[in-house]
């Protein structure tokens, strides 16, 4: 069977590119001629710009060669950014134009969100029509059918519920001590993970919140992956990582892209992977986690709770105290629960605790210091309590340049309206006007850059001065 797949697809970076990689492996396997199609240059066979009617049109032409298509689907590949509600319906309309009119089509959501097709959105019954189009559509919750049959209006025999790591394969052959010797980590004492891209969502800075005391007691926290958009709130969040990461002993930050063989050697060195997630539909890490034998701790949020439920060795938990509580259990060797009782086993949370009992009860001064440093963080600077345990000064800066990087760009706000014509006119309005407001905004961001780059040199130089003086 000849059978097209569109996604991302690797070198990009991008977690649905992963999953398209392992298919694509178990279709060839098991005899299948598979070719890729991708939103963007690739080492995929076939490179579209799937976005807009025009992207519609162009799939369509592409699919008339394959007995199958297989699409992974995020409404970022296909509609505009931002869109607006006539460009979700002319774009939902002729993409559903396109599914109906081709080969067997199979939607693969790794991702479902209600907001598609709320009720107050007037392109919502031409988000319906693009699933409704498909031959089958798969998910990987009970909860993501029963929305797909209820609020998608998606019949129930076309959804079918796929488990999330069905066509995932072991990545690497090394053990635990030979993972920790090549990553350089020490053979003994608790190692926690979490891995994944970087961003706000992922909930990396919890966990360094939480082990906090950890470090003291031979256990180490190790941040890995890489941030994978170019967006503010990511940059910030990296920086509030960074700036954890010089307050908190045993927190470790790795930044970079990782091979798949990596990843899954990060997974085997670890003795927990720490899964604290604000919000999130389903998490390919639980599912290498599971298949590599490391128990997960992880917030029950979206699919986690369905993903986790038959594994034995999960903890999910409510909220920051609980997941504290449970990260000290395993360093411990002791089954946690929402009671703070370690000798209670079995149990996994179901409230919140009533008391900070891990560490003594609460006082004032712990509240203080917490907040101190949260503050601190948010503002790019080593705290009270973190500079004196290390022998440094008062709010002493992690860097010079460390505020200056949390600064955002300025980018010019985009020209859409929700409401018809809005957009022409704003449109309009700024070519009107760009002659005297785009070179303010290229000199305040000229002005940032020259204060970066002299706070790093500065940096630089003070390092420099103070090997000298150690010297």
């Known amino acids: 069977m000849r059978i097209l797949v569109v996604s991302p697809y690797p070198p990009i970076r991008d977690g649905i590119g992963a999953f398209a990689v392992q298919q694509v492996q178990t279709l060839r396997r098991a005899g299948h001629e598979v070719e890729v199609c991708s939103p963007a240059p690739s080492a995929a066979h076939h490179h579209l710009d799937l976005r807009g009617p ?13 007995d199958r298509v297989i699409i992974h689907f995020h409404p ?18 002729a993409l559903a ?27 919502a019954r031409a988000t319906r029509a693009v699933f409704r189009s498909a031959t ?29 790591g069905a066509e ?7 053990d635990r001590a030979a993972a920790r010797r090549s990553l350089g980590l020490p053979a003994d004492g608790h190692v926690f993970l979490c891995i994944g891209f970087v961003q706000p969502h992922k909930g990396f800075d919890r966990a360094a919140a939480a082990f906090r005391g950890l470090g003291e007691k031979g256990a180490s926290l190790h941040v890995v992956g890489s941030v994978r958009i170019d967006d ?25 892209y990782l091979s798949d063989e990596a990843f899954d050697r990060w997974i085997v060195a670890s003795d927990t992977v720490v899964l604290p997630y604000r919000h999130i ?54 089954a946690w629960s ?63 340049a460390l505020p200056l990087r949390r600064l955002r760009p300025v980018p010019p706000p985009p020209a859409t309206s929700a409401r018809p014509g809005v957009s022409t006119v704003k449109k309009l309005i700024r070519r009107v006007i760009a002659w005297e407001v785009d070179p303010l905004r290229e000199q305040l961001v000229g002005l940032q850059k020259a204060s970066l780059q002299a706070a790093e040199t500065t940096d630089a130089r003070l390092e420099e001065l103070s090997d000298e003086l150690d010297g």
């Open 338 to 400: 929402a009671t703070g009782d370690p000798d209670d086993a079995g149990r996994t949370a179901t409230g919140p605790a009533s008391t900070w009992e891990f560490d003594g009860p609460v006082d004032r001064s712990s509240v203080m210091a917490e907040i101190d440093r949260r503050s601190a963080a948010n503002r790019g600077v080593i705290s009270r309590a973190g500079a004196a345990g290390r022998g440094g000064s008062v709010n002493q800066p992690a860097t010079a």
């Open 136 to 164: 089958r559509v798969e998910v990987h919750s009970p909860d993501d059918v029963e929305m797909m049959t209820g609020e998608f209006k998606v019949p129930r025999s076309q959804v079918e519920l796929v488990a999330h």
């Open 168 to 174: 995932f394969v072991v990545r690497t052959t090394a």
């Open 232 to 256: 503010p709130s990511a940059a910030d969040h990296e920086r509030e990582l960074e700036a954890l990461e010089s307050q908190i002993p045993g927190v470790h930050l790795h930044l970079g």
């Open 281 to 334: 539909w389903s998490s390919g890490v639980v599912e290498r986690a599971r298949l590599l034998g490391r128990p997960v701790i992880a917030t029950r949020v979206g699919g986690l709770v369905h993903q986790l439920a038959a594994d034995p060795g999960a903890t999910l938990v409510d909220d920051n105290l609980q997941l504290a509580a449970a990260m000290r259990a395993a360093v411990a060797g002791a």
């Open 54 to 66: 025009k992207g519609a049109v162009a799939l369509r032409r592409l699919m008339a060669g394959f």
């Open 76 to 93: 970022d590949f296909f509609y505009d950014h931002p869109a607006t509600p006539s460009s979700r319906i002319t774009t939902g309309l």
């Open 97 to 123: 134009a396109a599914l109906r009119s081709g080969p067997e089509t199979i939607i693969r959501l790794h991702e479902v969100d209600r907001r598609w097709v709320t009720a107050t959105d007037p392109s």
